[in-house]
């Protein structure tokens, strides 16, 4: 049931909606002018931005029976977090555009703020939302640009790995692909999504349902990887075997990879996606820090960007224009 003090945004002015928001996401530590002008001002140490967006859609991207308005502001934050920390780069604000129907509700849109503010504190203390945009729309979208600080360090680009260089993976694989398998298995009806009920899953289920809707990407292992002398980094996003053939084909290598080392189910962990895991490559010499595991190495390019356990294994994952067009978006 709505309370009545639950207005539709549709019912409020731009300001009012505004000032709900503003009054939880917080204030950036590099932000010398925050949100209220034109556009914030943020402090640039070293002279170089690192910047990165990613939209979220209703229907291809979530389901609103399925996540509430905190989860998506995390998942909004989180996702793009993992893309400034891939390259080795430590996130120092977002910039938030929010596309909603009418008929929201006041109460999803502070939740939504409330997730952004506590993915920021969590995953990227420092970060916060400094500035963006609202506007009516028949579908709920949220995008998100994150800007992120590169401290004189070079970025970590996906072109950089060499043969004989180390791949490492750091974060989950495959426990959000087995989150999205479950919805759509047990919350799913003729008529489409269904609200989640948690009181009948195990610990395993609970733990995939959480990595699906509030992913926890390994941001703090960005910066600590360019420390170290990554000579590669990407998040996954789409998959490790997606993920790692893109990197592969950016350097210009080959990957080598055992499944013995990616944790999880081998099915999730290589095909599956949004986990926002941390896929790093370092040379030989140089351990990678703690937090990551060796999954393999990187070999001169043969006639296959990847081998999974010695065979040629081709580049599955997630894809949101074919996924989405077979139903499973």
């Known amino acids: 049931?709505?309370?009545?003090?639950?207005?539709?945004?549709?019912?409020?002015?731009?300001?009012?909606?505004?000032?709900?928001?503003?009054?939880?996401?917080?204030?950036?530590?590099?932000?010398?002018?925050?949100?209220?002008?034109?556009?914030?001002?943020?402090?640039?140490?070293?002279?170089?931005?690192?910047?990165?967006?990613?939209?979220?859609?209703?229907?291809?991207?979530?389901?609103?029976?399925?996540?509430?308005?905190?989860?998506?502001?995390?998942?909004?934050?989180?996702?793009?977090?993992?893309?400034?920390?891939?390259?080795?780069?430590?996130?120092?604000?977002?910039?938030?555009?929010?596309?909603?129907?009418?008929?929201?509700?006041?109460?999803?849109?502070?939740?939504?703020?409330?997730?952004?503010?506590?993915?920021?504190?969590t995953l990227a203390?420092?970060?916060?939302?400094i500035g963006g945009d609202l506007t009516i729309s028949s579908t709920l979208t949220i995008a998100v640009t994150a800007l992120g600080s590169l401290e004189g360090r070079p970025p970590v680009l996906r072109s950089g790995a060499r043969p004989g260089d180390l791949v490492a993976l750091a974060g989950d694989a495959g426990v959000a692909a087995r989150g999205i398998d479950l919805l759509f298995a047990r919350f799913t009806d003729a008529s489409g999504p269904v609200r989640v009920d948690r009181s009948g899953l195990d610990a395993d289920d609970l733990a995939a349902l959480e990595a699906q809707l509030?992913?926890?990407?390994?941001?703090?292992?960005?910066?600590?990887?360019?420390?170290?002398?990554?000579?590669?980094?990407?998040?996954?996003?789409?998959?490790?075997?997606?993920?790692a053939t893109r990197l592969a084909d950016a350097s210009g290598v080959s990957l080598a990879l055992r499944t013995n080392g990616v944790g999880g189910d081998p099915e999730w962990a290589i095909d599956g996606g949004e986990d926002h895991a941390l896929l790093a490559t370092f040379p030989a010499g140089s351990p990678p820090p703690g937090g990551f595991r060796v999954i393999g190495e990187v070999l001169a390019r043969g006639a296959h960007p990847l081998l999974l356990d010695g065979e040629p294994r081709a580049p599955r994952g997630w894809d949101p224009y074919r996924d989405w067009d077979n139903g499973r978006g």
């Open 214 to 243: 509030r992913p926890a990407p390994p941001i703090d292992l960005g910066v600590e990887a360019a420390a170290a002398g990554a000579t590669a980094m990407m998040d996954v996003s789409d998959g490790l075997a997606l993920d």
């Open 125 to 129: 203390p420092g970060s916060a939302v």
């Open 1 to 121: 049931m709505t309370e009545p003090d639950d207005p539709r945004v549709g019912d409020l002015a731009e300001a009012a909606i505004l000032r709900t928001i503003l009054d939880a996401v917080g204030s950036a530590t590099e932000a010398e002018v925050g949100p209220g002008d034109d556009a914030a001002v943020l402090r640039a140490p070293d002279g170089r931005v690192v910047a990165t967006t990613d939209t979220l859609v209703h229907g291809p991207d979530f389901r609103l029976a399925w996540s509430s308005g905190t989860d998506l502001g995390w998942k909004a934050a989180a996702v793009n977090l993992a893309d400034v920390a891939a390259m080795g780069a430590r996130p120092t604000a977002l910039l938030v555009a929010l596309a909603m129907p009418g008929d929201t509700r006041l109460s999803f849109v502070r939740g939504l703020a409330q997730g952004l503010a506590a993915a920021c504190a």
